[in-house]
T-cell receptor
Framework: EAEVAQSPRYKITEKSQAVAFWCDPI?????LYWYRQILGQGPELLVQ????????DSQLPKDRFSAERLKGVDSTLKIQPAELGDSAMYLC???FGQGRNEQYFGPGTRLTVT | SQQGEEDPQALSIQEGENATMNCSYK?????LQWYRQNSGRGLVHLIL?????REKHSGRLRVTLDTSKKSSSLLITASRAADTASYFC??????????FGSGTRLQVQP
């Protein structure tokens, strides 16, 4: 069964350092999402791509976060510089889009900023 | 901000019992979805119910939707230890990506 791949699974970094996460969605899924999940809460959307275009980044802290999906396939989320409050699980999900929006999630990247 | 709010926040039951969790939301929706998350892992889609549907079944899962009350419930029958997880409702308003609630943590005691 096809899965969403994410790496790394765990990342520990010092504050003010740069960190990057990678996501490879299920083949054929046009829509890709990055979520942040704080322990004990539900996922909150950071950015949504339709193919290579950003369709919603209203909740992305653009002073330090950036995301790209250059060829409309895999995606990278970057934080620079990392802050203590960025410690969370970063989840990537994909869906077919166009009305078929059940989302398939990757295993996530657990980020700890020290 | 999170549109959906699950109730209860935590639930502990014995294996074989039924588990019911509720979700309330604030605005009109196209559909509502339920997801499961095992500890430290990604979410798994369980079931989708459209705004014109009132009830849906999938295996041991039964979901109801009352759009007049802006609420949904998820019933897991004959629970198993493997059902131990967090359960999230997520609403699709058609305007942006899904909005997730804060989840119900279910513990099924063997």
């Amino acid at each position: 069964e096809a899965e969403v791949a994410q790496s790394p699974r765990y990342k520990i970094t010092e504050k003010s350092q740069a960190v990057a996460f990678w996501c490879d969605p299920i083949s054929g899924h046009a829509t890709l999402y990055w979520y942040r999940q704080i322990l004990g809460q539900g996922p909150e959307l950071l950015v949504q791509f339709q193919d290579e275009s950003v369709v919603d980044d209203s909740q992305l802290p653009k002073d330090r976060f950036s995301a790209e999906r250059l060829k409309g396939v895999d995606s990278t989320l970057k934080i620079q510089p990392a802050e203590l409050g960025d410690s969370a699980m970063y989840l990537c999900a994909s869906s077919f889009g166009q009305g078929r929006n059940e989302q398939y999630f990757g295993p996530g990247t657990r980020l700890t900023v020290t | 901000s999170q549109q959906g709010e699950e109730d209860p926040q935590a639930l502990s039951i014995q294996e074989g019992e039924n588990a019911t969790m509720n979700c309330s939301y604030k605005t009109s929706i196209n559909n509502l979805q339920w997801y499961r998350q095992n500890s430290g892992r990604g979410l798994v889609h369980l079931i989708l119910i459209r705004s014109n549907e009132r009830e849906k079944h999938s295996g041991r899962l039964r979901v109801t939707l009352d759009t007049s009350k802006k609420s949904s419930s998820l019933l897991i029958t004959a629970s198993r230890a493997a059902d131990t997880a967090s359960y999230f409702c997520a609403t699709d308003t058609g305007r942006r990506a899904l909005t997730f609630g804060s989840g119900t943590r279910l513990q099924v005691q063997p």
